[in-house]
């Protein structure tokens, strides 16, 4: 059985962080923001770089935590019931208002199997497989673990990211691979990474922005660039994007905090997060007909507009999950209680 663990607040406080950038990227590619170039247009397109390094993040963590432990059904079992309950309750909300359909309710109450979440689908698979990649981190010899994860990052890192292709490569591979990493990284620390902090990680950040909007501004004319500048630099498999998670993750990693329980309380609301404003049923709903940031792109407020909207997705989603994890509390407490004979 799994055993809980103590949160690391320093690590929490990264999780936050990646959320945001997941949420603040959504808020541009779903909300149907176009990137002219103005100063707003330069804006959105700056929102849209950490979306991926944030994915990134969110499996680094996993991979950290639980490559060398063993993970219990029930924490599986928790985590599909998380996922299922907000998809169907989205779904059932949006039908009673006859914005879809049967289909869409049925597709809806088997989430995992139907992709409804392509990220809560690959993590599902990752805990499920778990248990294979753990003996392989535990009885594979160093070095045959370095050349594993030195092949997979060139096929799936260097080569798709000088545009020679993608061989074999798809996000559930690529989940692997990085879980694969932290576990390598919690087998084997080395010095080097102790001493790399959060200003590594801000600079690496910066970098990789700033090379996105030089990309952007100057070959804005060039159809390549144009469409594909948002993710040149900060898809999740480019090299520039898995090093820039690499060193946030060994920053925050390193970084020396009290423990904080308001802020861990805060980051275990994160997935709920993800859940709630990225099922494909509520995207449209939420970003294009009910904030709507794409009709006020030339306006003079935009950048705030958004940022509130960010914010407000963001917390809005922390108090949906903080209210489930609170009923379910407790429902498992009162179910204890009857269990053991206390409640007639």
Known sequence: MEKSRVRETNLEYLRII??????????????????????????SFVMTQGSRIGVNIFVLLSGYFSATKVISIDKIKKIYIQVWS???????????????????????????????????????I???ISPALRIFIH?????????????????WSVVPTIHIGQPGYSNMGWFVFVY?????????????????????????????????VVTYIYGYNIPFFRENAKYLYAEMNTVSGI?????????????????????????GCTFGVYLFHDHPLIRKALW?????????????????RLSLSIIGVFLI????????????GRKSYNDNKKRNGHVT
Not at 97 to 120: E, N, R
Not at 180 to 188: D, E, H, I
Not at 321 to 326: A, F, I, M, N, V
């Open 126 to 128: 990752l805990l499920l």
């Open 18 to 43: 990646s959320m945001i950038f997941i949420v603040a990227g959504h808020s541009v590619i779903h909300g149907g923001v176009e990137m002219p170039l103005t100063v707003n247009g330069i804006f």
């Open 243 to 267: 090093i820039c998670s690499i060193l946030l993750f060994l920053g925050f990693r390193n970084l020396k905090i009290k423990s904080n329980p308001k802020i861990n309380k805060i980051a």
């Open 317 to 328: 989603g922390i108090v949906f999950e903080y209210c489930r994890q609170t009923i379910l």
């Open 180 to 212: 694969l990493l932290a576990g390598y990284m919690k087998m084997y620390p080395a010095r080097y990474m102790d001493r790399i902090n959060v200003l590594h990680g801000i600079v690496a950040y910066g970098m990789l922005v700033v090379f996105a």
């Open 139 to 155: 009885n594979v010899d160093r070095k045959t673990f370095q050349k594993i994860l030195i092949t997979l990052f060139i096929l």
């Open 288 to 304: 294009i007909e009910v904030l709507g940031n794409a009709n006020h792109i030339d306006e003079s407020l935009f950048p705030l």
């Open 86 to 124: 907000y998809s169907i309750i989205i779904a059932m909300i949006l039908f009673a208002l006859g914005k879809v359909s049967c289909k869409d309710i049925f597709m809806s109450s088997l989430p995992i199997s139907t992709s409804q979440y392509w990220f809560a689908t690959c993590y599902m």
